[in-house]
């Protein structure tokens, strides 16, 4: 099973865009499902996280900018990213961990804000 994200790509600042992660195929027991994304030369980070009761986490620098949500019956997940940032340009990466702690991650979409 893979996860694919989708919906990268390149804006202007101030504009947005939507994430998309779909599995390829069945995965039990989800737990957390979360998106991270890593800027050339820096390390990859969390961006929002999100439980199967709907509680979310996010990184400092996306707060009242980004929303993360979920569909647990069809196990996908989506990021809005609103008002969006120069220094939000990165390739995002979808992630999964289930409850028996296996992890999964997707390919990874590149977002490109332009200033």
Not at 53 to 82: C, E, H, P, W
């Amino acid at each position: 099973v893979q996860l694919q994200a989708s919906g990268g790509g390149l804006v202007q600042a101030g504009g947005s865009l939507r994430l998309s992660c779909v599995p390829s195929g069945s995965i039990f027991s989800i737990n957390i499902m979360g998106w991270y994304r890593q800027a050339p030369g820096k390390q990859r980070e969390l961006v929002a996280e999100i439980t199967p009761r709907g509680n979310a986490n996010y990184a400092d620098s996306v707060k009242g900018r980004f929303t993360i949500s979920r569909d647990n019956a069809k196990n996908t997940m989506s990021l809005q990213m609103n008002s969006l940032k120069p220094e939000d340009t990165a390739v995002y990466y979808c992630h999964v961990v289930t409850w028996g702690a296996s992890e999964l991650w997707g390919q990874g979409t590149l977002v490109t804000v332009s200033s």
